[in-house]
């Protein structure tokens, strides 16, 4: 059962402008969502969080904005750097529990 | 602390062998995991661990599977009787409390193949 889809497998950008990540899930109990990103031969490395019970989170450059009723958040870039390139894992978990539900990923491509 | 260590990075193995692959987790981080990812496709949840007790486990992880965590400190995960089908990247990550909003950090992995 998939509970968290990300479903574009790539976007591709270009440097300064507004990448956005969109991600979808069917559980109405999760409490935190999160973005991984991941470079080629790493790990994901977490990236910015949100709980249930906000609809915004903003560090820097990365903001996540979280739509309860429609079980959809996404991950906006801006300005996206090609730096930022990578792929990007949408997860989310209950509190009770230790099982992180990961989607699929997005690659983000962004170009010079 | 140099993060998260997974051994060996790669390996390759016939099918109907056993295999282990250690995780040593950031050294104050009582909590571990064990993760699997397949092409194409995001970790799976496969094993969790807080100090030396497994405390929970995933459906994927078939009687094949054992994972251990001594003395709290490292962790094991080892398949037997590998099949092909067992082929993925074997993902280890630590926390220090429940994961929350933080996140958990990730080693780099461990590729399996299974020829």
């Known amino acids: 059962d998939q509970q968290v889809k990300q479903n574009s497998p790539s976007l591709s950008v270009q440097e300064g402008r507004i990448s956005i990540l969109n991600c979808d899930y069917t559980?109405?109990?999760?409490?935190?969502f999160l973005w991984y990103k991941k470079y080629p031969a790493e790990g994901p490395t977490f990236l910015i969080s949100?709980?249930?019970?906000?609809d915004k989170n903003e560090d820097g450059r990365f903001t996540v904005f979280l739509n309860k009723s429609a079980k959809h958040l996404s991950l906006h870039i801006v300005p996206s750097q090609p730096g930022d390139s990578a792929v990007y894992f949408c997860a989310a978990s209950l509190d009770y529990n230790n099982d992180m539900r990961f989607g699929a990923g997005t690659r983000l491509t962004v170009k010079p | 602390d140099t993060g998260v260590s997974q051994n060996p990075r790669h390996k390759i193995t016939k099918r109907g062998q056993n295999v282990t692959f250690r995780c040593d987790p950031i050294s104050e981080h009582n909590r571990l995991y064990w993760y699997r990812q397949t092409l194409g496709q995001g970790p799976e949840f496969l094993t969790y661990f807080q100090n030396e007790a497994q405390l929970e486990k995933s459906r994927l992880l078939s009687d094949r599977f054992s994972a251990e965590r001594p003395k709290g400190s490292f962790s094991t995960l080892e398949i037997q009787r590998t099949e092909q089908g067992d082929s993925a990247m074997y993902l280890c990550?630590?926390?220090?409390?429940?994961?929350?909003?933080?996140?958990?950090?990730f080693g780099s992995g461990t590729r399996l193949t299974v020829v």
């Open positions: 559980n109405s109990m999760f409490d935190y």
């Open positions: 990550a630590s926390s220090f409390g429940k994961q929350g909003l933080g996140g958990y950090t």
């Open positions: 949100i709980s249930s019970i906000k």
